[in-house]
């Protein structure tokens, strides 16, 4: 009985303790702010909401990045109910700068920095003056809102502006660890969160560092350029063999794969919009339309390449509209050479894979390979002599099949592949079957 009663008190007070344990959730923002990093700050915080963290702390180092996501970013960090502090280990450049003011304490490590807010395009350049008066804008309400010198944050975006015993006309502030404790953008300089954590007084608590599940690694891995490439490679590849071998299934459910890998991670992390995914079936459509209704080559065919190639590009890059002003310059050259990459590749995989796959063991059990040659008795030709060599022109469209008139007499024919426009000249290659076998003359 005493011992029951010495488990049941021992229990009571694992329970207690648990309940005064102070929960602190660590999430990093170590790259470029853009739409991967905005979804990542969102998850994050649903995260620390859902495991009901009592403090949230930021492990910020940053060059900074573009302008909508770090104040859409710092809307999310704003309206969360709990506190949350950031630890800027090495440097909040930029927008990186706006999101550490827009939390409730600042900390720095030795030979940190955070400023030079200055908002600058894609190539580096600075930008025109509405986006620096915007800028300006947001770093002086978010810092008025947090307590902190609104003349100051400002300053940290406009060179022209003076502030006494702070900067002189035609200086960036950006601010060491020791000159931000002095104007009030830190708190203290610390060298870890656990020392965060001690200065106020938190010594009963547990530390969760906060990670992507699975599925959102696997998206993060599919946003890769090269990944896309290959994506698109599949995508290519799969509907030019489902054309050659009509029934099968495989190359197109391959290809429908790889288009919801593509698309559905620039998706989910704001890149793709709804209106350049329409315009990728757009093209597509047309395509189709192109090889299947439309006789020859024309504007159906050319529009729906065209609107497929920029489509395909413009989902990978966080641009608006046609607006490409603070595009970083490479992530346009990636994405331009990972689209014409897969599509080269995706040609040159139709070139070299289409004859290993008509010779592969997988090919010859769901095609009809084997062929009725006329030494083993089979005469189906409806021509009386042989007309092998025999030449003419091409009655209809040929894609591959079609009619062909030679002498007058019209004959169901094929090609081997290569599409023929009406009127081209064709000379027979083969005729042991019902349709003669042609090729352009």
């Given at each position: 009985?005493?011992?029951?009663?010495?488990?049941?008190?021992?229990?009571?007070?694992?329970?207690?303790?648990?309940?005064?344990q102070?929960?602190?959730?660590?999430?990093?923002?170590?790259?470029?702010?853009d739409?991967?990093?905005?979804?990542?700050?969102?998850?994050?915080?649903?995260?620390?909401?859902?495991?009901?963290?009592?403090?949230?702390?930021?492990?910020?180092?940053?060059?900074?990045?573009?302008?909508?996501?770090?104040?859409?970013?710092?809307?999310?960090?704003?309206?969360f109910?709990?506190?949350?502090?950031?630890?800027?280990?090495?440097?909040?450049?930029?927008?990186?700068?706006?999101?550490?003011?827009?939390?409730?304490?600042?900390?720095?490590s030795?030979?940190?920095?955070?400023?030079?807010?200055?908002?600058?395009t894609?190539?580096?350049?600075?930008?025109?003056?509405?986006y620096?008066?915007?800028?300006?804008?947001?770093?002086?309400s978010?810092?008025?809102?947090?307590?902190r010198?609104?003349r100051?944050?400002?300053?940290m975006?406009?060179?022209?502006?003076?502030?006494?015993?702070?900067?002189?006309?035609?200086?960036?502030?950006?601010f060491?660890?020791?000159?931000?404790?002095?104007h009030?953008?830190?708190?203290?300089?610390?060298?870890?969160?656990?020392?965060?954590?001690k200065?106020?007084?938190?010594?009963?608590?547990?530390?969760?560092n906060?990670?992507?599940?699975?599925?959102?690694r696997?998206?993060?891995?599919?946003?890769?350029?090269?990944?896309?490439?290959?994506?698109?490679?599949?995508?290519i590849g799969?509907?030019?063999?489902?054309?050659?071998?009509?029934?099968?299934?495989?190359?197109?459910l391959?290809s429908?794969?790889?288009?919801?890998?593509?698309?559905?991670?620039?998706?989910?992390?704001?890149?793709?919009a709804?209106?350049?995914?329409?315009?990728?079936?757009?093209?597509?459509?047309?395509?189709?339309?192109?090889?299947?209704?439309?006789?020859?080559?024309?504007?159906?065919?050319?529009?729906?390449?065209?609107?497929?190639?920029?489509?395909?590009i413009?989902?990978m890059?966080?641009?608006?509209?046609?607006?490409?002003?603070?595009?970083?310059?490479?992530?346009?050259?990636?994405?331009?050479?990972?689209t014409?990459?897969?599509?080269?590749?995706?040609?040159?995989?139709?070139?070299a894979?289409?004859a290993?796959l008509?010779?592969?063991?997988?090919?010859?059990?769901?095609?009809?390979?084997d062929?009725?040659e006329?030494?083993?008795?089979?005469?189906?030709?409806?021509?009386?002599?042989?007309?092998?060599?025999?030449?003419?022109?091409?009655?209809?469209?040929?894609?591959?099949g079609?009619?062909?008139?030679?002498?007058?007499?019209?004959?169901?024919?094929?090609?081997?592949?290569?599409f023929?426009?009406?009127g081209?000249?064709?000379?027979?290659?083969?005729?042991?079957t019902?349709?003669?076998?042609?090729?352009?003359?």
């Amino acid at each position: 009985m005493k011992h029951l009663l010495l488990s049941f008190i021992l229990s009571i007070m694992v329970l207690a303790l648990q309940a005064q344990q102070t929960k602190v959730m660590v999430m990093d923002i170590k790259s470029e702010i853009d739409p991967r990093t905005n979804r990542y700050v969102e998850l994050a915080l649903n995260h620390a909401q859902k495991i009901e963290a009592d403090i949230v702390i930021i492990e910020m180092d940053t060059y900074g990045g573009i302008l909508t996501d770090a104040k859409e970013i710092v809307d999310k960090i704003m309206k969360f109910k709990k506190p949350v502090w950031v630890f800027i280990n090495s440097d909040a450049a930029s927008a990186g700068a706006l999101i550490s003011i827009s939390c409730d304490s600042i900390y720095m490590s030795p030979g940190a920095t955070i400023g030079a807010a200055t908002v600058v395009t894609g190539t580096g350049e600075k930008a025109p003056d509405k986006y620096q008066s915007y800028m300006r804008s947001i770093m002086r309400s978010t810092a008025e809102e947090k307590g902190r010198d609104p003349r100051i944050a400002e300053g940290m975006v406009d060179e022209d502006i003076a502030i006494d015993s702070v900067t002189e006309a035609g200086q960036i502030i950006t601010f060491s660890t020791s000159e931000a404790i002095k104007h009030g953008f830190c708190e203290a300089k610390v060298e870890s969160v656990e020392e965060i954590l001690k200065r106020n007084k938190i010594e009963n608590y547990e530390l969760v560092n906060f990670e992507l599940q699975s599925a959102d690694r696997v998206i993060a891995f599919f946003l890769n350029p090269f990944i896309s490439g290959i994506l698109i490679l599949i995508i290519i590849g799969g509907i030019y063999f489902e054309l050659q071998t009509p029934g099968v299934g495989f190359p197109i459910l391959a290809s429908a794969i790889a288009l919801i890998l593509y698309l559905v991670p620039y998706y989910l992390n704001g890149l793709a919009a709804n209106w350049e995914i329409i315009a990728l079936f757009a093209g597509l459509a047309l395509i189709g339309v192109e090889i299947f209704v439309i006789p020859g080559f024309g504007i159906a065919g050319i529009a729906g390449i065209s609107l497929t190639v920029i489509s395909l590009i413009l989902i990978m890059v966080n641009n608006d509209a046609f607006n490409f002003e603070f595009v970083p310059a490479n992530d346009l050259l990636y994405a331009i050479a990972a689209t014409f990459g897969g599509m080269l590749g995706g040609i040159i995989l139709l070139f070299a894979g289409g004859a290993r796959l008509s010779g592969s063991r997988f090919f010859k059990r769901i095609a009809l390979t084997d062929t009725q040659e006329r030494e083993k008795g089979f005469t189906v030709s409806a021509a009386k002599e042989s007309l092998k060599g025999r030449k003419g022109i091409a009655q209809t469209v040929l894609r591959p099949g079609g009619k062909v008139m030679i002498d007058g007499q019209l004959y169901d024919a094929f090609t081997r592949g290569e599409f023929l426009d009406k009127g081209d000249p064709i000379e027979v290659l083969d005729d042991e079957t019902t349709s003669l076998r042609v090729k352009k003359a």
